[in-house]
C-alpha cells in the first residue's frame, strides 16, 4: 500500500467517508502506526476546529440530490445521536453507532486526544457566551419577529391591494401549500380561531428569510396575521407579548420556527400562539 | 420561496462567509457579510438566468453556485488587482490561529477544505460540486490540511511535507 492511497484513506476517515468495513480496517491500522494516528487525530482537531470557528454544528452530513426534509432530518438525528454520545459518560459498544445509519454514520465518540481539545473549545465559547450576555446580550430574535409581523400585517391588512398567493378558507389546503416550502414541517395545527375564518397566506419578508404570513378576518373585515419563518436552530424561547402601535403582537421561538401572532387585540393574539402550543398567555 | 436553496440558506451563508473571509480581497467581516448575501442572491437568480447550466441538484447545486460565483468575483478582482500591485498576506490578522490559516489557504485548497469540513459534503458529492476528479480532492484536502498544520505549528514527516511545500496550487495563465 502506499503512502498516497494511506492518506486518502486517512481523509476518508476522517470526513466519515468509509463504509464501516473500511473504517474498522483503518482503525486496526491506526494502532499499528503511530504516525499516521497522529496525522489524523490532528486533522480530526482541525476539523473540530474549522467546525467550531466558523460557527456550524458538529458533525452533519448530507446526501447529494435527496430532498431537502430528509436532510433536514438528517442533521437533527445526527445532532441527536451526537448529543447523547457526549451526555453518556460510558464508551460507546463497537458499531452501536452504524446500525442507524450505516451508509452513512455521522455522530461518533471521539478520540481521547480530541475529548479535551473539544471541551477546552466548548468551554472558551461558554465564556464567550457569558461575556456576550454580560455586556447586553445579542438582540432577541422575538422582538424582530414582532416587527416584521407588523410590518407584514399592516402591508396585507384590509386596506392592501397585494394579492394573496394562496387564497383559501380552508386549513388543510393551507398545510398541504405551505409544508413542501419549508425544510421541517411548520407548525400549522390549529388554525381554527372562534369569530376568525382563514383567508390565506402570502410569502412574506422575514428577519432572516423569506416567511409565510397567514391572514384571519373577522366579520368586521378585521385582519389578523400568524407569520412562521424557518430560523436556523434557533433556542427555544417562551412567548413575549407587546404593542406596536394599534397592533397587538406576540413571538416565540420553538422548533426550528419563529412564529409571531398579530392582531388588534391580546385575546386573537393568544389565541393564535395557543394553536401552535406556545401558551401565549 | 425557491426551496432548493433557502432550506439550507443557513449553513450555504456560513459556508461562504468563512470561503469569501481571506487575506486578500475581503479583509472584515462586514464586507464578507455584504458580498456573500449578494451572492447568494445572485445564485438564487442563478437558475432564472439560466447561468451555470448544471446536472447538480439541491444542496450540491446551490453550494456550486455560490463556489462558481465567488471564483468569478475573484477573478475580475484579480484582474483589477494586477495594477495596485499586491502581495500575498496583506490582510490583517486577526482571530483564531485556524481562523487565520484557512484564510491564508490558497482558494482552491480553501473551498475543498470547507466543503468537506464545514458544509458536510462527502468526498463524492463535493467532487462533483467542484467539478474536479477524486484524486484532486484528495490532493486539495492533502495540501489544505498540511499547510493549515504547518500554521498552526505542527509538522509531520520532512519527506511528505518537502513534496506538498512547494506545490503550485491554480496557475495564472497570461
Given amino acids: 500500500m502506499t503512502d498516497r492511497f494511506a492518506s486518502s484513506e486517512a481523509h476518508g476517515y476522517v470526513d466519515s467517508c468509509l463504509d464501516p468495513q473500511q473504517k474498522r480496517a483503518f482503525e486496526a491500522r491506526l494502532h499499528e502506526e503511530s504516525e499516521l494516528r497522529r496525522r489524523v487525530e490532528t486533522w480530526q482537531a482541525q476539523n473540530e476546529a474549522i467546525r467550531l470557528a466558523f460557527g456550524a454544528s458538529p458533525r452533519t452530513r448530507f ?110 389546503a393551507l398545510a398541504k401549500w405551505l409544508s413542501p416550502r419549508f425544510a421541517l414541517n411548520p407548525p400549522l395545527s390549529g388554525l381554527e380561531i372562534p369569530g376568525w375564518s382563514l383567508v390565506g397566506a402570502r410569502m412574506v419578508p422575514g428577519t432572516r428569510s423569506a416567511a409565510a404570513l397567514i391572514l384571519f378576518e373577522n366579520e368586521d373585515h378585521v385582519r389578523a396575521g400568524l407569520m412562521i419563518e424557518p430560523l436556523d436552530a434557533p433556542p427555544a424561547l417562551a412567548p413575549l407579548a407587546r404593542r406596536i402601535g394599534a397592533v397587538a403582537s406576540a413571538a416565540a421561538t420553538e422548533g426550528g420556527h419563529g412564529i409571531a401572532a398579530m392582531g388588534p387585540s391580546v385575546s386573537v393574539v393568544a389565541a393564535l400562539m395557543r394553536g401552535r402550543g406556545a401558551g401565549g398567555d | 420561496m425557491n426551496r432548493e436553496w433557502s432550506d439550507d440558506t443557513g449553513s450555504l451563508r456560513r459556508f461562504g462567509l468563512a470561503l469569501a473571509r481571506d487575506d486578500r480581497f475581503v479583509l472584515d467581516d462586514a464586507s464578507a457579510t455584504r458580498l456573500v448575501d449578494k451572492l447568494i442572491r445572485q445564485s438564487a437568480v442563478a437558475p432564472i438566468a439560466e447561468e451555470f447550466p448544471s446536472r447538480l441538484k439541491g444542496r450540491a447545486r446551490a453550494f456550486a453556485r455560490l ?64 467539478d474536479i476528479p477524486m484524486s484532486c480532492l484528495l490532493e486539495r484536502l492533502e495540501r489544505g490540511r498540511m499547510r493549515l498544520a504547518q500554521h498552526m505549528g505542527v509538522s509531520f514527516d520532512p519527506v511528505r511535507e518537502t513534496n506538498w511545500q512547494g506545490a503550485p496550487h491554480l496557475r495564472v495563465i497570461k
Fill in chain 1, 63 to 172: 446526501s447529494l440530490g435527496r430532498p431537502s426534509n430528509e436532510n433536514a432530518t438528517a442533521r437533527l438525528n445526527a445532532e441527536t445521536d451526537l448529543r447523547r454520545v457526549e451526555s453518556s459518560p460510558a464508551p460507546r459498544k463497537a458499531g452501536s453507532g452504524e446500525t442507524s445509519q450505516a451508509a452513512r454514520p455521522v455522530a461518533e465518540a471521539p478520540p481521547p486526544a480530541l475529548g479535551m481539545l473539544r471541551w477546552a473549545a466548548v468551554g472558551a465559547l461558554a465564556f464567550g457566551l457569558l461575556c456576550v450576555s454580560a455586556s447586553g446580550g445579542p438582540a432577541d430574535p422575538r422582538d424582530a419577529l414582532m416587527d416584521a409581523g407588523a410590518s407584514a400585517l399592516r402591508a396585507f391588512s384590509a386596506a392592501a391591494v397585494a394579492p394573496l398567493d394562496m387564497p383559501t378558507h380552508d386549513a388543510r
Fill in chain 2, 67 to 130: 463556489i462558481q460565483l465567488y471564483r468569478r468575483h475573484v477573478r475580475r478582482l484579480a484582474m483589477e488587482d494586477v495594477e495596485g500591485g499586491w502581495t500575498e498576506g496583506s490582510g490583517a490578522r486577526s482571530g483564531p490561529a485556524v481562523v487565520n490559516g484557512v484564510r491564508a489557504l490558497p482558494l482552491e485548497l480553501r473551498e475543498a477544505l470547507l466543503l468537506v469540513v464545514l458544509g458536510g459534503f462527502s468526498h463524492g458529492e463535493a467532487t462533483e460540486a467542484l
